[in-house]
């Protein structure tokens, strides 16, 4: 019983990293900057941003500074 109820927890974790940004993922599909593939490590390793659920506001600020203003944010097919 233990080890299926470990397997699943784990199938669980799994999944939901997986679709935990499907809209964000989405947007971002195939796109470049820099040279590096913009997904989930570029903005929250490479340009620091935290992993904070609620802290978009009109999908356009983030912690109160405007996403055009951070560095990898801002730039050609990126948020202007």
């Known amino acids: 019983m233990m080890k299926r109820l470990s397997i699943l927890l784990v199938l669980l974790m799994i999944s939901g990293a997986a679709f935990s940004n499907v809209v964000i993922s989405g947007k971002h599909k195939d796109k470049m900057k820099d040279g590096k593939k913009v997904n989930c490590a570029f903005c929250h390793t490479?340009?620091?941003?935290?992993?904070?659920?609620?802290?978009?506001?009109?999908?356009?600020?983030?912690?109160?500074?405007?996403?055009?203003?951070?560095?990898?944010?801002?730039?050609?097919?990126?948020?202007?």
Do not use: R, T
Request: proline content about 0%; aromatic content about 2%.
């Open 46 to 80: 490479d340009s620091k941003i935290e992993k904070k659920k609620g802290q978009m506001v009109n999908k356009k600020v983030f912690n109160g500074v405007n996403l055009a203003k951070i560095k990898n944010c801002a730039g050609a097919d990126c948020h202007k």
